[in-house]
């Protein structure tokens, strides 16, 4: 089965930014989505198709893919930014085609 | 705009069957390309996926929890509901549904925590 594997922490400082990173055995061919999560909410969608954002989203979260790494980049990094944010794929490498997730990234604002 | 609720048992015992439904508006599961999935979360840990209904019926599920879950639609009732057998205290969590576009989820569910036990 398909292994997203992001870091467990990124810290940066307001105004400064942030690049949470998700790597896969050739990611760069798939299509990788974004998720930020707020403590006691739901998931919200930030990226999709490695660089695309969902209306509402701010143009300071931007999305990156090539090779074996896919990298969420938050700009100018908010206090409101802090919170857990998880890659997503589609493998449609195996018998089945499924949905993958990344273990998740908890960003933290200093 | 598209909403999605999900609804429940709070507690289950161990071995029991977890049924779950998950109620949406917005949007409707005979449209083309439309699918609700399934996302479950355990306290202070990472998202898993679970269960994924298509339009057309067409299903896909979790390979480690494969044997384990069936997921349905009822098109006229706007809802999706799973079922997951043989529960266990690991599977406490919360519980998401989300509606899926393309190959993401852009609309989710608020959450219902699933607690197993006895």
């Known amino acids: 089965s398909y292994v997203l594997t992001q870091p467990p922490s990124v810290s940066v400082a307001p105004g400064q930014t942030a690049r949470i990173t998700c790597g896969g055995n050739?990611?760069?061919?798939?299509?990788v989505h974004w998720y930020q999560q707020k403590p006691g909410q739901a998931p919200v969608l930030v990226v999709y198709?490695?660089?695309d954002r969902p209306s509402g989203i701010p143009e300071r979260f931007s999305g990156s893919n090539s090779g074996n790494t896919a990298t969420l980049t938050i700009s100018r990094v908010e206090a409101g930014d802090e919170a857990d944010y998880y890659c997503?794929?589609?493998?449609?490498?195996?018998?089945?085609?499924?949905?993958?997730f990344g273990g998740g990234t908890k960003l933290t604002v200093l | 705009q598209i909403t999605l609720k999900e609804s429940g048992p709070t507690l289950v015992k161990p071995t029991q069957t977890l049924t779950l439904t998950c109620t949406f508006s917005?949007?409707?599961?005979?449209?083309?390309?439309?699918?609700v999935g399934w996302i479950r979360q355990p306290p202070g840990k990472a998202l898993e996926w679970l269960a994924l209904?298509?339009?057309?019926?067409?299903?896909r599920y979790s390979p480690s929890l494969k044997s384990r879950l069936t997921i349905t639609k009822d098109t006229s009732k706007n809802q999706v509901v799973l079922t997951m057998t043989n529960m266990d205290p690991v599977d406490t969590a919360t519980y998401y549904c989300?509606?899926?576009?393309?190959?993401?989820?852009?609309?989710w569910g608020q959450g219902t925590l699933v607690t197993v036990s006895s």
């Open positions: 917005g949007f409707s599961l005979s449209t083309s390309g439309v699918g």
């Open positions: 997503q794929v589609w493998d449609s490498g195996s018998d089945h085609p499924h949905v993958v």
């Open positions: 989300a509606h899926m576009a393309a190959f993401y989820f852009d609309s």
């Open positions: 209904i298509y339009w057309d019926d067409d299903k």
């Open positions: 198709d490695d660089s």
């Open positions: 050739n990611i760069g061919s798939k299509s």
